[in-house]
């Protein structure tokens, strides 16, 4: 029982950060119908970001907040720079993109930072906290509640604001949206930049659990993605609880099969559900229209 | 014989029935048609019957057999090709290429014939290119054959994809609106061209928004309004049908109707 | 009738000229080894080119099946003593079989979601590989025995600029007359339009499948090829910056174009080797290159020069 508590919390913990992938995915592909696979290089940007400007003296708030604001300027430019002289390609295309993003973003930060590994100190200190016999830290829980906090709060914003509703015009029909004088490009540019922004927070956030390095945005991002396909891609809520069960079955299967293959479970996960339910748990399925 | 039958034939679409309880019975070497207005499940129909969408009721019978919830492939086997309102052309393979396809299911080399490209494939590639030649010249684009497909006019593109569609030797043919878009000598063509093929013993099926059109080619005509049949028979019975006049050929299509036949 | 066979044949009579005449112009063996590695992804990129660039469907997992073919020259020899040149059949059968499986499933998807099918697909081979050391040797890799064919053990870049140069002429004759077939004419209008190509009575899951099948057996005889020539395998030959470099070199050559594959594996290949100094910025220009093709020129280069030409002609 303890054991089951202890993979639960674990897999709950690692779950919140792929949630929040997941989230900056549906976010951008609900604005755009764009898959983003530089999602997760966002949190890399955000983890490793705010390492190196601690060690060149800044304190920690003041060097995550950096961090933050210099993934989300690097998100926009993604948009600008990358997406938008190419609206009109195919999604495949679009995909190809972004993942040449990703790997230029990686190859970058290879060149700037180093190829370590790094971390950063908890928000609360290291001692675990005990809970029915298994242990949870309080960087754990830290991140839990902020993914809860984000989590509201997208949903606050797109559910009680003006700008949260053109949001949701421009994913329903762009060029409604657009006729009705909502600036599309600029819903985009919104949400690749509130989507860097969720990402870098995650990973500064992630840091001091699970450590980061130049090369760790790739299998978030995958497994970020392989959330919001379970979930349903273009549902909120299925990205959240997408990125919890996957986090979940990751802890059970490592904890109860075998660790080395912790990896392929969102994968076999991926795979399992494009083939039997493409549109995921909250998704609604496309009919096409000849 | 009856080459089309439907019976009960049903679909619906979270919520709206497309097409509710249509029964069909088409004798080969008919015209026959589907009209009425936009929204009444014309595509819906032959989208149906081609095997696209599968009902979520009745039956569809081609030549007698049951073939209802077969995909696509598996009636073009069986002698059904249609053509499509927004064209479906393979924009960048050749003018002659995009008939060649239309010879598809007559081609008989396998995968590994073709990779190393035995004397039998070569032969096949001379055939298919003979036939979809012919094809091409019995509508007029014979000139165009070398040329890419998507460089052709709209109204060549309509009769490339009808080109294609009777080079499979069909025995039921759909045209999906075949002159929209064209003018009246354009539309005269048409109907030249489905004559010829219906010469040819093919029975055409065709949903057309053009009376004149409709009334001068069909042997019989359904009328469909919100996914139900509204009227069937000849024309002259559908035309001077009052509920058919008056809520679905309107005003101005009366009188087109009433001009095609002086 | 001759005439035909010219035209259809055409690339593969350059490329054979290209493998012949090039040679000549080598300054020492090095220039073989480079040219050994071009044919040998040109390999794999011309099966892939066939899926994408021609059949219009997408992978981004191709290197799963450069890796099967990679590990059967190794695992054949050393666990069951089988001739290495058998393994690199072996190697194609069992690819070729995976893809069938794999296959019928994932290619009912289109666009994205067969994109993230297949890259997941060759994260879970590179995963397999990297995870079942008794077989594979984990992480670090094994080493391969050397290919021996009649008693002449092969070794040397010389030896291997023959080999991979030949087979891949063979591979260009291959898809060149695949494209030239009712298979292919068949693979092409289901690019174009799926719908129309099932009303006209084509077998288009069949088509996708064989198509599917027949690019994972060229990436496997290419991995295979790449194992022995190296000596050495190690996991990363399927990983996912492997099937981003053999996508990437798809795109530059042109998507469709079989000339292209030979041009867009001749770049990617050069390119670090010219940039050996620069050897940490290889993975942001790989990225760069994937973007800004994909953004500007998304034709690729072969397709963009044959089509400067044919505007200037007229």
Redesign the interface.
């Known amino acids: 029982m303890a054991e089951l508590l202890q993979f639960v919390f674990s897999g709950l913990t690692v779950g919140a950060i792929y949630a929040l992938v997941a989230l900056g995915f549906t976010l951008i592909y609900k604005a755009s119908d764009i898959i983003n696979f530089a999602q997760g290089e966002f949190v890399m940007l955000g983890g490793m970001t705010t390492v190196f400007v601690t060690l060149a003296g800044v304190p920690l708030p003041i060097a995550a907040l950096i961090a933050i604001i210099a993934t989300t300027a690097i998100g926009l430019a993604l948009h600008r720079l990358a997406i938008e002289p190419a609206r009109g390609a195919s999604p495949v295309a679009l995909i190809m993109i972004t993942i040449g993003a990703s790997i230029f973003l990686r190859g970058f930060a290879q060149i700037i930072f180093d190829r370590r590994f790094h971390s950063l100190p908890p928000l609360f200190g290291s001692d675990p906290i005990k809970f029915g016999g298994a242990a949870i830290l309080p960087q754990s829980l830290v991140v839990l509640a902020s993914a809860v906090v984000i989590v509201t709060l997208l949903w606050l914003f797109i559910d009680r604001t003006l700008l949260g509703k053109a949001v949701l015009a421009t994913a329903a029909n762009r060029l409604a949206a657009r006729l009705i004088g909502i600036d599309t490009r600029r819903i985009v540019d919104f949400s690749f930049a509130v989507s860097a922004a969720i990402g870098a927070v995650a990973g500064v956030l992630i840091t001091p659990i699970a450590l980061t390095s130049y090369d760790v945005g790739i299998l978030l991002a995958l497994k970020g993605f392989a959330a919001a396909m379970l979930g349903g891609i273009g549902s909120a809520l299925g990205a959240v609880v997408g990125g919890l069960l996957i986090g979940l079955f990751e802890a059970f299967a490592a904890g109860y099969l075998s660790s080395n293959y912790k990896d392929a479970v969102a994968f076999l996960i991926i795979l399992i559900v494009l083939v039997s339910i493409p549109q995921g748990l909250f998704g609604r399925a496309k009919i096409e229209r000849v | 014989m009856i080459i089309l039958q439907t019976d009960r034939l049903s679909v619906a679409f979270g919520g709206v029935r497309a097409i509710d309880g249509v029964n069909l019975a088409i004798e080969s070497g008919q015209v026959y048609s589907v009209i009425g207005p936009n929204g009444s499940g014309k595509t819906t129909l032959f989208n149906l019957v081609s095997g696209i969408y599968t009902p979520d009721d009745g039956s569809i019978r081609l030549a007698g057999e049951m073939v209802t919830g077969l995909t696509p492939d598996q009636l073009a086997r069986r002698g059904l090709s249609r053509t499509f309102q927004n064209l479906q052309i393979f924009s960048r393979m050749s003018v002659l290429e995009n008939v060649m396809v239309g010879r598809h299911r007559h081609e008989r080399t396998g995968i590994f014939a073709d990779l190393l490209h035995w004397p039998s494939v070569a032969r096949q590639n001379e055939a298919t290119s003979k036939a979809a030649l012919a094809a091409l010249a019995r509508v007029g684009l014979a000139d165009s054959a070398g040329r890419p497909a998507g460089s052709l006019a709209y109204g060549a593109l309509k009769r490339l994809e009808i080109a294609r569609a009777v080079a499979s030797d069909p025995t039921l043919l759909l045209l999906d609106e075949p002159a929209a878009g064209c003018n009246p000598v354009e539309t005269e063509e048409i109907d030249g061209l489905i004559r010829s093929i219906v010469r040819d013993g093919i029975t055409v099926v065709l949903v057309e928004h053009d009376m004149r059109l409709v009334m001068n080619i069909s042997d019989r005509v359904h009328v469909l309004a919100n996914g139900r049949t509204l009227a069937e028979g000849t024309p002259e019975q559908v035309r001077s049908d009052a509920a058919v006049v008056e809520a679905y050929l309107g005003v101005h299509g009366s009188q087109e109707a009433v001009c095609a036949f002086d | ?1 001759r005439t ?1 066979l010219e035209i ?1 044949l055409l690339p593969a009579l350059a490329v054979a000229a290209i493998v012949i005449v090039l040679p000549y112009f080598f300054p020492s063996a090095y220039y073989f080894r480079i040219g050994a590695l071009v044919y040998i992804f040109a390999l794999a990129v011309v099966g892939l080119n066939l899926l994408m660039g021609f059949a219009g469907q ?1 992978s ?1 997992g191709h290197a799963g099946f450069l890796g099967i073919g990679a590990y059967s020259v190794v695992i054949g020899p050393v666990y069951f003593g089988l001739p290495s040149w058998l393994c690199v059949f072996v190697g194609a059968t069992v690819s070729g079989a995976v893809a069938f499986l794999v296959g019928r ?2 290619l ?2 289109k ?3 067969l ?3 297949t ?3 060759g ?2 081979v590179a ?2 590989l ?2 079942e050391a008794g077989w594979t040797g984990g992480p670090d890799g094994m080493s391969v025995p050397r290919l021996a064919l009649f008693n002449w053990q092969v070794r040397g870049s010389d030896a291997w600029y023959w080999i991979a140069g030949t087979t891949l002429v063979g591979g260009f004759v ?1 898809a060149l ?2 494209m ?7 693979l ?2 289901i ?3 799926e ?10 899951a069949r088509k996708k499948l ?1 198509i599917f099948v ?1 690019s994972a057996m060229y990436a496997s005889v290419a991995g295979s090829y790449l194992a022995l020539f190296n000596g050495h395998v190690t996991p990363d030959v399927a990983g ?2 492997r099937s ?1 470099e053999l ?2 070199m798809v ?1 530059l050559g042109g998507m469709g174009s079989i000339v292209g594959s030979l041009v867009g594996a001749a770049v990617l290949v050069v390119l670090p080797q010219v940039l050996t100094i620069f050897h ?12 800004v093709f ?3 020129l ?1 034709r690729g280069i072969v397709p963009s020069l044959a089509a400067t030409f044919a505007g200037r002609r007229r």
């Not at chain 3, 030239?180 to 068949?186: Q, Y």
């Not at chain 3, 910025?281 to 760069?288: A, D, K, M, S, V």
């Open positions: 009738m035909l259809r997408v981004l499933p994932i009912r998807l666009g994205h979601y994109a993230v099918a890259l997941g697909f994260l879970l995963i397999v990297t995870n291959l007359n695949l030239e077939s009712p298979t292919g004419r068949a092409q209008a690019h174009d339009s719908i129309a190509a099932l009303v006209l009575g084509i077998d288009v064989t027949i996912f910056l981003i996508v990437a795109v940490e910025y290889e993975q942001t220009l790989l990225g760069l290159i994937l973007m994909m953004i500007f998304r």
